[in-house]
């Protein structure tokens, strides 16, 4: 008699086992991570948050200004790259990505997994350009850490919505245009995200206030002040946790209908 068939693993024993796998990859190259999501960041702060205020160009108080700017912008930085890059090679010439949608579980189950990756190398990012930068800047004024739910909320949700878009630009994207990705597309995210600057100061250009509001950047920055400096001005708590959340569920539909369609084609 011949043995029956063994059920089919469980789709989330099938997600659990791809995230682990692909924590452990990601934990054995954590300082390359580390370089290529943080060095930018960095730098930033070592000459708008040290070296201006250091030779009198820049006020005092301006990192109470630039520092959850900075979280803000290596948590985008890291969330996009971490998932948009492997995406790129993934459905290269090689079509690595072959292997996975092998697994018996839905094709949506496989583009979830790679974001909760981004989402998880997301907090890395911040959790690592924190310290190091309050430590370059030094005494930060109005600087509190009495808000960390408020920090993990906006980080989660910041950290779902630039996942989602590195997904969107992953399968979207062939790989001769990843550098054209960087210039056209995360270049003006970066500037015009309220990372250096606070969305309220956009008030001198009123068009440009309201036309940066599609960026997801602007929300992530503008929640970590409401958390880190909440005595400085800053955009409402809950219209941030409100554009983040409908801004991940908007990149994850358009992912995921680019990822379906690069899988299946």
Known sequence: MSAPFAAPPATATVFWALLRRDVRVARRELPYFLVRTTL?????????????????FAGRGYGSTLLPGIIALSLALSSIQSVALPMVQDFGWTREIEDRLLAPVPTTVIAAEKVVLGILQGFVAAAFVLPIARLIMGPIPDLTLAHLGIVFTVSLLGSAAFSSLGLLLGTGISPQQVGLMFSVIVA??????????PWMGLSVVPVLKYAVLVNPLVYVAEGMRAALTPALPHMPLGLVCGALLGLSLILWYFGLKTFTRRAIG
């Open 40 to 56: 930018q960041p960095i730098f930033f702060v070592v000459v708008f948050g040290f070296l201006l205020p250091k030779m009198g």
């Open 188 to 197: 003006p995210m970066i500037f015009f995200g309220c990372a250096y600057y």
